[in-house]
Nanobody, 119 residues
Framework: QVQLVESGGGSVQPGGSLRLSCAASGSIFSNNVMAWYRQAPGKERELVADMTSGGTTNFADSVKGRFSISRDNAKNMVYLQMNSLKPEDTAVYYC?????????????WGQGTQVTVSS
């Protein structure tokens, strides 16, 4: 059983910063991708950033230069540092871990944490 628990969400003014954390537990394949997604009201869930266990990162164009992602492989943790936040960053942020084994993909999601950017 794999569980992901996000924390660190909240309300912040435009231009502010927040750091999200995600703790993964259970039987997790070591060669994996940990990612952050977000879903705003009335919109589809979208990828924000991801990072492989080897350190390769990928960011949505809308957050490049403002957000950074990091992880602690020993602790199965992934972090999202969000700077220069904008109202359009308001969404529920979800953590996901994914790996492939024997030709099958395994995806696990957290429950989400709300981020609200408003003055």
């Amino acid at each position: 059983q794999v569980q992901l628990v996000e924390s660190g969400g909240g309300s912040v003014q435009p231009g502010g910063s927040l750091r999200l954390s995600c703790a993964a537990s259970g039987s997790i394949f070591s060669n994996n991708v940990m990612a952050w997604y977000r879903q705003a009201p009335g919109k589809e869930r979208e990828l924000v950033a991801d990072m492989t266990s080897g350190g390769t990162t990928n960011f949505a164009d809308s957050v490049k230069g403002r957000f950074s992602i990091s992880r602690d492989n020993a602790k199965n943790m992934v972090y999202l540092q969000m700077n220069s936040l904008k109202p359009e960053d308001t969404a529920v942020y979800y953590c996901k871990v994914r790996w492939s084994s024997w030709g099958r993909a395994f995806d696990y999601w957290g429950q989400g944490t709300q981020v609200t950017v408003s003055s």
